[in-house]
């Protein structure tokens, strides 16, 4: 289907950068916050929603938890 959103986010960085931290902190915060993951997913829906997409969104939310 031509219009459909897609069903994967492929999130590439180099190896032992700041992008690549950073992304492996807040990973590892989720997993072990079960209340930041439903804010969090709440957060980026409500984003997304209002057309705010893709990484500003990301870091939006990563701001707010």
Do not use: F
């Not at 069903?7 to 989720?30: I, K, M």
């Not at 997913?41 to 997304?48: F, I, T, V």
Request: with cysteine.
């Amino acid at each position: 289907q031509h219009n459909a959103l897609p069903t994967h986010n492929l999130y590439v960085c180099p190896e032992h950068s700041v992008g690549l931290r950073n992304h492996l902190h807040v990973r590892d915060y989720l997993r072990t916050h079960p209340d930041a993951v439903r804010t969090y997913g709440e957060l980026k829906r409500g984003l997304a929603t209002l057309c705010i997409g893709g990484g500003e969104a990301t870091a939006m939310a990563i701001e707010l938890i």
